[in-house]
């Protein structure tokens, strides 16, 4: 069967052939109801319009996509944003975000209309897990989908993550071996509509307090927290309202990890005086605040996807499609032995 034109797609849609174009190529030009009249229409007919002229010449957009669950300015995906940018820009590729992919209605818009369009020659998605039929949608781009910090690597042609779980294992583990034994995780809640790498974080300290258990007397508990903009303050709040406060604190990241340093400081809490505290990402900062943590180079991670990408888009198969790398421990100030009174 042969895919359908412009033409009959604005016959089967109601529309003029210039408002079918421009759905594709201006939608801010085009009501929402026509906009998504000709969208389903076009998804129907299995019709993709051509991108420019230089599309026509190389059947490639010369663009390709970034999903992110959370904004840009997050020390993560700008870090990702730099890597990829710095491969693709150099290849004559621009970088297009896609920003909030964490709710059900911005992930419904996004893999509902890409497979119309078909207006980018890849998609990286980091950070977060794809379902199967969001994988489905993807794959009827016929691009390559690169996956960074993803959570599982099925419907992905290519990969590069960090191993979260080891790493918070390993960030565990060096408390237990200083000797501390009240040790507890903060962490945020996990969003509701997407399955996102960081949570792996918490299987990997539980799994360190429960093998430490065997030998030592250890007391330990993870502190989640609502998602949101107060995360922060109310780690602080549950941290400040135990009967007894840790030995040491685990965090899911910097940016817990840093504003609690100043924070519990002045309420008489001093890091490592009457506690350690460690960190996990080694962002910014954390080098300022004398941070322990868990190093991982997300700006690596970027180019190391990009070229992957760019591999697949030339039609070249991948020596190792999906990599793994470990998170390393910075020993700075904010940890020490631990010695009971």
């Known amino acids: 069967m042969n ?7 604005a016959e089967a849609a109601g529309v003029s052939i210039s408002t079918v174009s421009r759905a594709f190529t201006r939608p801010d030009l085009v009501s929402e109801k026509t906009r998504d009249k000709v969208l389903e229409t076009a998804d129907r007919l299995d019709f993709n319009i051509s991108r420019s002229a230089t599309a026509l010449k190389s059947g490639q957009s010369y663009r390709v996509a970034l999903l992110m669950n959370e904004e840009i300015t997050s020390w993560f995906n700008t870090q990702v944003f730099a890597g990829i940018d710095s491969v693709m820009h150099d290849a004559g590729y621009d970088v297009s975000l896609y920003q909030h992919i964490d709710t059900a209605e911005n992930r419904r818009e996004f893999f509902t209309t890409l497979p119309v369009r078909r207006n980018v020659d890849a998609v990286f998605v980091a950070s977060f897990a794809i379902d199967g039929a969001e994988v489905d949608q993807l794959k009827r781009t016929n691009v390559p989908i690169i996956g960074i910090n993803t959570p599982s690597t099925e419907g992905f042609d290519g990969s590069i993550s960090i191993d979260d779980e080891d790493g918070m294992f390993t960030a565990a583990q060096h ?62 709040a549950a941290l400040l309202a135990l009967d007894d406060f840790p030995d ?53 991670m970027g180019r190391i996807a990009a070229q992957k990408a760019l591999t697949l888009i030339k039609g070249e198969t991948l020596e190792n499609p999906h990599e793994t790398v470990k998170a390393h421990l910075v020993l700075r100030g904010t940890d020490r032995l631990y010695h009971e009174d």
Not at 216 to 234: A, I, K, N, Y
Not at 260 to 277: A, C, F, K, N, W
């Open 3 to 9: 895919k359908a034109g412009i033409r009959e797609v």
């Open 248 to 300: 040491a604190i685990c965090c899911q990241m910097d940016m817990m990890a840093i504003p609690l340093v100043l924070r519990l400081g002045q309420y008489g809490h001093e890091t490592p005086r009457d506690y350690s505290i460690i960190g996990f990402d080694d962002s910014s900062y954390a080098d300022t605040v004398n941070l322990t943590t868990m190093r991982q180079n997300p700006k690596e």
């Open 175 to 236: 408390l237990i071996n200083l000797g501390h034994k009240h040790i507890v995780y903060t962490c945020s809640a996990p969003a509701e509509s997407i399955h996102s790498s960081i949570d792996a974080r918490g299987r990997g300290f539980i799994r360190a307090c429960e093998a430490a258990q065997a030998t030592r007397d250890l007391d330990w508990e993870v502190l989640t927290v609502p998602r949101g903009t107060e995360f922060v303050e109310s780690t602080l």
